[in-house]
């Protein structure tokens, strides 16, 4: 199978290259909030208008011809896509400015705008920058997003072919819940996925952070001291590190699911329900968040049947006979006993196995199962691109 993915690597940019990068993004960015401030005073900024806008600015203006065309091009093109998306993906809204305190640095550059020699990432305007490459490009890239994240770090993203081998052929169907104590709870113990708690455990030490920040905050509008910012960094770090610690683990737990189902009842968790919550639990939240994501993505990827199945009853009907008990389970009964047929099982484990029976009776016409994605449109898949149109159809983010 073929597939367009991403490929993302470290970049370790010089400081000449670094400022460089922040110029190019500072110019993308007064393009991307003129957009905006063209649709706000009522004219409609389309991708070819604003072309035409930029060719007349360029002329008019050395400081934009300084910087590259293709990135600059590639911010509005960007802008006026996510101007289209707002109007017809559910949820999503205007496109708002990026300030300069609040937006990381992002640029897109098409195979006209950059290339790679001597192992060198280069850009418009003679920029050469060290790439770690971690792993071989599976194919000649077609694109590229240049990036800094909260840490202060660069990243190249490529966009590549990748010659996947096909997912092995297997039968069977399993179901998940999502949970607190234990991030995935399914019908088959073994693939149950413990909640590590990596946010937790990096609890105290974000917290030590945060306290040596407050202490050096400065009042507003006067510079932050450099202690400030050195403390606001390792917070970042802190908090990146547990992150990744939690994108890993679920990635391994997908894969293992995965290869070895045909058949897979998520619970359509929104965990927009509970942040609101404490800290653990919005840590729990993230957690579940990125097992759920791994999940979908690689089950679709891989061709198999995902069905998202909605949260409503699933821990109160029983998943043995069907019978949908009269109250609640309150949060603090780990386990479920059904009154009709005397069926007695763990609170998640039943309620993972009436996910499993829901998907698989399929009440079609009923709102039990809304969602069942059995395919998606070759291409139209590329990892972390934020226009996925999947992510609409698994429901509000
Ligand atoms: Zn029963």
Redesign the pocket.
Known sequence: MDETVRYTYRLRPGATARAALLAEWGRCRWLWNEAVHQYKTGRKPTFGKLSKLLTEARARSSWLRDGSQVAQQQTLRTYALALQHSFKVKGRGRPRPKRRKDTLPSLEYTVRGFSIRDRRLRLPGGVAIPVVWSRELSSAPTSVRVYQDTIGHWYASFVVRRETPPAPDVEGAIGVDWGVTTTATTTDATYDLPYLGHRKRCAAELARAQRRMARRRRAKNVTPSNGYLRAKRQAAKVAKKAARQNTHDARVWAKKIIDNHATIAVEDFQPTFLTRSRMARKAADAAIGAAKRELIDRGMRAGRKVVLVPPAYTTMT??????RAKHRLGLGVRVFR??????TACRDRNAARTILATAERGRAGADDVRHAITSFRDGALVRSEPEVPRLSTVGKR
């Open positions: 029983c998943s043995q006979c069907g019978t059904c009154d009709t047929c005397g069926y």
